[in-house]
């Protein structure tokens, strides 16, 4: 590795062991003062293991990191921050009932007097004084439970950046934030870069890699694979090395015939949310439904499925008007669902594989008052096989499995209802590409039995690559109905920002 003086952070040999499976081995990696270094790599290649062992969550068994010129030595979260390396959680770490300035100074508290007294006006003050800074208009007064998930990230943000950091990772930092909060987060890593800040950046967005990556390392199964810098990558060159196969076709084309009308809405409204949405999606049909943080997407979404009540409009399935006022109602008229948070309302993280897919459907494997066992892990066991769930045994909790796997088990609990709309709020959100491809094989797969798919999605090129036709929203209305060949990324964007 080298060790000359432009270099803040140098790593060479690190590897971690976990039950006699190698988590990391013999991994390298070297980041210049001032630079985005994106880490790259599929859910399991070792990249969280590798950022734990950085800042201090986890020991190595063997290797080396040199730090600001320094060997680290210490595997003391606290000792670390204080040498100034800052890590942003893609899961958001915050104390809810305390504001957004006690977050952001957390575990760094200041007294004002003889007694002891927290400083708090001070400390609010120099939180309001950063937030500014930031270009944000976060009261920093304002409890965090009372924030956006969106907000409480860029106030992850600012704690890092407030820890006068040399070194910030940021693990999937845009997960919850719109296109205008991505613009103002790459506005600050720039502000940060040009200070001389390094940010080791992770992310399964592939356009964000490309926008701001000055160089790329690659792990693939614990290994390192490769380091260049971000200009001699293009995206299938990069799925290539990271998934160690190539990728013919990231989104499969849906060649299956339009069916008959499965769903249709008018005028469907709800006030504060959507109003006057109309549309209509067939069997053997995928309807993107796009537009920008609250467009409205997901609220229309919650109300087909009856989590939130309707004020007007209706819902008809195959020609018949229906009355959805709960999800057992949407069920029984064949709508399946799943949620764009499925770590949240998705499954039951210390539950087993079997018994999350059999979950929704334990009606029809009851004999009187006991569930048929027998019959259960026969059924999740096909279900395993069919939508290809890797995972050591139905009998695994699902709380260890990849993010993408643990996507395939929200799929199969819906697919077992038997529905003939599934409606995909966000359907690859955190999960890798390699397991990205494979959803969307699996999308292809319903369509061609005859299932009609609504598809939400933040990624144009999913929506575009996926869709047979895009409905376009912008602040609760709709502003466009495209087909395939109307429907690219520009045209979307044009749609989604009308006002």
């Known amino acids: 590795m080298p060790a000359n003086q432009d270099y803040i952070l140098s790593v060479s040999g690190l590897t971690k062991t976990f039950s006699g499976v190698k988590a990391l081995d013999n991994v390298q990696l070297a980041v210049k003062k001032g630079e985005v270094h994106a880490l790259m790599g599929e859910n399991g290649a070792g990249k969280s293991t590798f950022m734990k062992l950085l800042i201090g969550l986890l020991t190595p068994d063997a290797g080396d990191i040199i730090f600001d010129g320094k060997p680290l030595k210490t595997s003391n979260v606290r000792e670390i921050l204080k040498q100034g390396m800052s890590m942003i959680h893609q899961e958001i770490l915050v104390v809810p009932e305390l504001t957004v300035a006690q977050n952001i100074f957390l575990g760094r508290e200041t007294g004002n007097s003889l007694f002891g007294w927290l400083d708090d006006r001070n400390r609010t003050k120099q939180a309001d004084e950063l937030l500014k800074q930031m270009g944000l208009t976060i009261r920093p007064t304002a409890k965090m439970k009372y924030l956006s998930v969106a907000e409480m990230q860029m106030v992850e943000i600012a704690k890092a950046i407030s820890n006068d950091a040399k070194v910030i990772i940021m693990d999937e930092p845009t997960s919850a934030l719109s296109d205008k909060e991505v613009a103002t987060l790459f506005r600050i890593i720039g502000d940060l870069t040009k200070k001389g800040v390094a940010i080791i950046y992770i992310s399964h967005k592939m356009d964000e890699i490309f926008a701001i990556a000055d160089t790329i390392t690659v792990l693939r199964d614990g290994k390192y694979i490769v380091t260049k810098p971000a200009s001699e990558f293009d995206a299938n060159t990069l799925i290539t090395l990271m998934v160690g196969r190539e990728i013919d076709t990231l989104f499969p084309i849906n060649l299956s015939p339009k069916g008959p009308e499965i769903l249709s809405v008018k005028n469907l409204s709800t006030s504060g949310k959507f109003s006057d949405i109309n549309f209509a999606v067939h069997a053997g049909e995928v309807l993107g439904i796009a537009g920008l943080m609250g467009a409205g997407r997901t609220e229309i979404a919650r109300a087909i499925f009856g989590l939130d009540r309707i004020g007007r409009g209706e819902i008809r399935i195959k020609g018949k008007k229906v009355n959805i006022k709960s999800p057992h109602d949407a069920i029984q008229h064949g709508i399946g669902y799943v949620s764009e948070d499925r770590k949240k309302w998705g499954f039951i ?35 395993m096989a069919d939508l290809k769930i890797k995972a050591s045994s139905p009998n695994q909790q699902v709380i260890y499995l990849s993010g993408g796997n643990q996507q395939k088990v929200v799929i199969a609990r819906v697919l077992l209802s038997k529905p003939a709309l599934v409606i995909l709020d966000e359907p690859t959100r955190g999960i890798d590409v390699g397991a990205k491809a494979e959803i969307y094989r699996l999308i292809n797969q319903l369509t061609t039995t005859g299932i009609a798919v609504i598809m939400i999605s933040s990624e144009l090129p999913e929506i575009v690559g996926m869709s047979d036709r895009v409905l376009v929203l912008s602040k609760g209305k709709q502003t466009a109905m495209l087909s395939r060949t109307e429907a690219t990324q520009e045209t979307i964007m044009h749609y989604a920002m009308q006002s």
């Open 349 to 383: 993280p210390r539950l087993s594989v079997r018994h999350n897919i059999t979950l929704a459907s334990l009606s029809t494997l009851a004999r009187g008052l006991f569930i048929q066992s027998e019959r259960e892990a026969e059924i999740a066991t096909t279900m």
